[in-house]
């Protein structure tokens, strides 16, 4: 049975109890919508109404807790106290009547969180003991390595949809991970979730799951695709040593969608707020809860419908410059600490290293892909604090009352006036650097990929870190072209950049990457809150559910919601964008070249250990023939 969303009834004044003409009483219906977005370190509110203007932000930071090199944990009991504290400070703040809310969203990372199904209370992820609220499993966490492997060695079908293999990040591995480390009996009463749905579930009560979550993360592959008869891979996780989770049709999973389950797209209707959680938030029960998603995707709600000017190779000319095909052509890059890679497509696509195609996530039967870089804000970071200027620099920054990114950028303007160069690029012409300091997400999908430098010198001063901080912003743009190249090889059509998150803010950077991916980088106008704009807009659409449980097209929603933003086009002078082509070509030879050395060693080394493993019996004969143990012969006397 639908629940039908909460509606507040307009309160109509008499006009003895106004004391006012009628005629000139003004009392405006305002709809407001909430969006809540749950990071690696902190939970943020927003509030928007609904033209999709933001009329309030708040937020909190989140408990982070590292037991082990390696090992990351959360608790949904801290990260719920610090959403209920950042809704109530927003609706404080701004005067902003709790009744005027009519429908809430969540995204959150793609993180395991696990509870008890008896009882519903949080278990605890912290081995050896498993005795605290810390529930949940971080994204970036890297235990279940061995886990990870035997999950690759089954080669199952269900890997074509996460680009070939299944990520150490994703849940599944860590659920397996619990298996082999928890008390039977306590792994046997767990219930799993992805984060986003754990939270949906604090919020309604109920065990409804999102595709966005499931068959992202968690692989689920929807019924119809591929064969498939369940969503869950029945087969699959019997083979990696899951089958238990298969029993009353994968109820500890979320069920079976129509049977013992219920999944929706992004910011369907998946149920309405519950007393006690409202009761937390300081709104009314009976609120509009949309399905939410992982946080990639909502910065692809909040960016890709911006309203911009494009030109004609941007846009399909078949279609209105509104109409939901033009998704087709759009890349979302949500840029963090990491960047993620999020594009549409009408039918599905394999890209090698890209995760998915994955259907129905976001807008039922169409498919999204998922891209990335492991690290782009944390290789910045890593460039600039680890160079022998990093204090003197920062100080001088900090000085000028200004963070160190924007001074590098104006230093690299002033060394650019002062050696003549034509463009900031030149300064950086001989210097290559290849950065996968963190591993390679996408294309190459190869965690032991690690960075090169061609060109470094003895130079420590400023003029070097600056040097080397162009070159890292120059990385990432050619890394980013890769991406873009590859997805289009196998069947997209990308034309242009969508950009969210911190280093929209980076003018350098940003034309770097217009410049080396040769087409238009899009800045939305709320670049620090994107991804929770995307969020509130699942909102918008959970509320505007029928008593059928029918809701608008997210398309339409974020059409009418989209605020315009900012086009950063690529450079115009050819000397440049042959400059940097020449040095694109340099960056795949390093990408390459590094797997190409890696390989060659590894058979000399390989040979190297057989030979060792051979001779290893030989040598021990030896040994106990001279040890003096029991079977040593006695010299003659």
Same mark, same amino acid.
């Given at each position: 049975?639908?629940?039908?969303?909460?509606?507040?009834?307009?309160?109509?004044?008499?006009?003895?109890?106004?004391?006012?003409?009628?005629?000139?009483?003004?009392?405006?219906?305002?709809?407001?919508?909430?969006?809540?977005?749950?990071?690696t370190?902190?939970?943020?509110?927003?509030?928007?109404?609904?033209k999709?203007?933001?009329?309030?932000?708040?937020?909190?930071?989140i408990?982070?807790?590292?037991?082990?090199?390696?090992?990351?944990?959360?608790?949904?009991?801290?990260?719920?106290?610090?959403?209920?504290?950042?809704?109530?400070?927003? &609706?404080?703040? =701004?005067?902003?009547?709790?009744?005027?809310? $009519?429908g809430?969203?969540? !995204?959150a +990372?793609?993180? *395991?969180?696990?509870?008890?199904?008896?009882?519903?209370?949080?278990?605890?992820?912290?081995?050896?003991?498993?005795?605290?609220?810390?529930n949940?499993?971080?994204?970036?966490?890297?235990?279940?390595?061995?886990?990870?492997?035997?999950?690759?060695?089954?080669?199952?079908?269900?890997?074509?949809?996460?680009?070939?293999?299944?990520?150490?990040?994703?849940?599944?591995?860590?659920?397996?991970? &619990?298996?082999? =480390?928890?008390?039977?009996?306590?792994?046997? $009463?767990?219930?799993?979730? !992805?984060? +986003?749905d754990? *939270?949906?579930?604090?919020?309604?009560?109920?065990?409804?799951?999102?595709?966005?979550?499931?068959?992202?993360?968690?692989?689920?592959?929807?019924?119809?695709?591929?064969?498939?008869?369940?969503?869950?891979?029945?087969?699959?996780?019997?083979?990696?040593?899951?089958?238990?989770?298969?029993?009353?049709?994968?109820?500890?999973?979320?069920?079976?969608?129509?049977?013992?389950?219920?999944?929706?797209?992004?910011?369907?209707?998946?149920?309405?707020?519950?007393e006690?959680?409202?009761?937390?938030?300081?709104?009314?029960?009976?609120?509009a809860?949309?399905s939410?998603?992982?946080?990639?995707?909502?910065?692809?709600?909040?960016?890709?419908?911006?309203k911009?000017?494009?030109?004609?190779?941007?846009?399909?000319?078949?279609?209105?410059?509104?109409?939901?095909?033009?998704?087709?052509?759009?890349l979302?890059?949500?840029?963090?600490?990491?960047?993620?890679?999020?594009?549409?497509?009408?039918?599905?696509?394999?890209?090698?290293?890209?995760?998915?195609?994955?259907?129905?996530?976001?807008i039922?039967?169409?498919?999204?892909?998922?891209?990335?870089?492991?690290?782009?804000?944390?290789l910045?970071?890593?460039?600039?604090?680890?160079?022998?200027?990093?204090?003197?620099?920062m100080?001088i920054?900090?000085?000028?009352?200004?963070?160190?990114?924007?001074?590098?950028?104006?230093?690299?303007?002033?060394?650019?006036?002062?050696?003549?160069?034509?463009?900031?690029?030149?300064?950086?012409?001989?210097?290559?650097?290849?950065?996968?300091?963190?591993?390679?997400?996408?294309?190459?999908?190869?965690?032991r990929?690690?960075?090169?430098?061609i060109?470094?010198?003895?130079?420590?001063?400023?003029?070097?870190?600056?040097?080397?901080?162009?070159?890292?912003?120059?990385?990432?743009?050619?890394?980013?072209?890769?991406?873009?190249?590859?997805?289009?090889?196998?069947?997209?059509?990308?034309?242009?950049?969508?950009?969210?998150?911190?280093?929209?803010?980076?003018?350098?950077?940003?034309?770097?990457?217009?410049?080396?991916?040769?087409?238009?980088v899009?800045?939305?106008?709320?670049?620090?809150?994107?991804?929770?704009?995307?969020?509130?807009?699942?909102?918008?659409?959970?509320?505007?559910?029928?008593?059928?449980?029918?809701?608008?097209?997210?398309?339409?929603?974020?059409?009418?919601?989209?605020?315009?933003?900012?086009?950063?086009?690529?450079?115009?002078?050819?000397?440049?964008?042959?400059?940097?082509?020449?040095?694109?070509?340099?960056?795949?030879?390093?990408?390459?070249?590094?797997?190409?050395?890696?390989?060659?060693?590894?058979e000399?080394?390989?040979?190297?250990?057989?030979?060792?493993?051979?001779?290893?019996?030989?040598?021990?004969?030896?040994?106990?023939?001279?040890?003096?143990?029991?079977?040593?012969?006695?010299?003659?006397?």
């Open positions: 049975m639908t629940h039908i969303p909460f509606r507040q009834p307009n309160r109509q004044h008499s006009r003895q109890m106004s004391g006012m003409d009628p005629h000139n009483e003004l009392n405006p219906h305002m709809d407001h919508y909430i969006g809540i977005d749950v990071g370190g902190s939970a943020r509110a927003c509030i928007i109404d609904g999709g203007d933001i009329i309030g932000l708040a937020s909190e930071n408990g982070l807790w590292q037991p082990e090199q390696g090992y990351y944990e959360q608790s949904t009991n801290d990260i719920w106290r610090c959403i209920c504290n950042s809704v109530q400070r927003i &609706l404080n703040q =701004h005067n902003i009547d709790p009744s005027t809310i $009519r809430l969203a969540f !995204d +990372t793609c993180s *395991l969180a696990v509870f008890a199904h008896d009882t519903d209370e949080p278990v605890s992820v912290t081995s050896p003991k498993f005795d605290n609220d810390r949940i499993v971080l994204w970036l966490d890297h235990r279940p390595v061995e886990e990870t492997a035997k999950i690759n060695a089954t080669k199952h079908n269900l890997l074509r949809y996460v680009g070939g293999t299944m990520s150490i990040e994703m849940e599944i591995p860590k659920v397996l991970w &619990l298996k082999n =480390h928890m008390p039977k009996a306590l792994f046997d $009463r767990c219930k799993f979730y !992805d984060l +986003t754990a *939270l949906t579930h604090m919020a309604t009560g109920n065990e409804n799951r999102s595709f966005c979550s499931t068959v992202c993360k968690q692989g689920y592959v929807p019924v119809g695709v591929d064969g498939s008869v369940k969503g869950w891979q029945e087969d699959f996780l019997q083979e990696i040593g899951l089958g238990e989770l298969t029993e009353d049709n994968c109820k500890r999973l979320g069920g079976v969608n129509g049977v013992n389950g219920k999944w929706f797209s992004a910011g369907e209707l998946v149920g309405t707020l519950s006690k959680a409202a009761n937390e938030l300081g709104l009314p029960a009976g609120i809860v949309g939410g998603v992982i946080d990639a995707y909502a910065g692809w709600i909040g960016t890709v419908g911006a911009v000017k494009l030109g004609d190779h941007e846009l399909d000319s078949s279609a209105a410059s509104n109409d939901k095909s033009q998704a087709f052509t759009r979302a890059a949500v840029a963090g600490t990491s960047t993620c890679h999020i594009a549409m497509s009408p039918k599905p696509v394999f890209v090698q290293g890209v995760w998915g195609p994955y259907r129905d996530v976001l039922p039967g169409y498919w999204m892909a998922e891209g990335g870089q492991s690290a782009t804000g944390e910045l970071k890593h460039v600039l604090e680890t160079h022998p200027a990093f204090s003197q620099t100080s920054a900090e000085s000028y009352n200004t963070n160190i990114y924007d001074y590098l950028n104006e230093h690299l303007r002033e060394m650019r006036k002062k050696q003549n160069a034509p463009t900031i690029s030149w300064l950086g012409r001989h210097f290559f650097f290849y950065g996968d300091l963190f591993g390679n997400r996408s294309p190459i999908a190869d965690p990929m690690t960075g090169s430098v060109g470094l010198s003895n130079d420590k001063s400023m003029d070097g870190l600056a040097l080397y901080y162009y070159a890292t912003m120059e990385f990432i743009a050619l890394q980013t072209h890769q991406i873009i190249e590859t997805m289009n090889e196998s069947g997209h059509q990308i034309h242009s950049i969508f950009m969210s998150g911190s280093q929209c803010q980076n003018e350098i950077l940003m034309r770097l990457m217009a410049s080396a991916c040769d087409m238009p899009l800045i939305p106008q709320y670049v620090h809150a994107a991804v929770v704009h995307g969020a509130a807009m699942l909102g918008a659409k959970a509320a505007s559910a029928d008593k059928d449980g029918k809701t608008e097209p997210l398309w339409d929603i974020m059409d009418r919601m989209s605020k315009p933003g900012r086009v950063v086009a690529p450079s115009s002078d050819p000397h440049e964008k042959e400059l940097l082509t020449i040095k694109y070509k340099v960056f795949l030879e390093q990408c390459h070249s590094q797997r190409e050395y890696r390989k060659n060693v590894d000399v080394v390989d040979r190297w250990t057989e030979k060792a493993k051979s001779e290893k019996p030989h040598e021990q004969a030896q040994a106990d023939n001279t040890s003096g143990g029991v079977n040593m012969k006695l010299p003659l006397t």
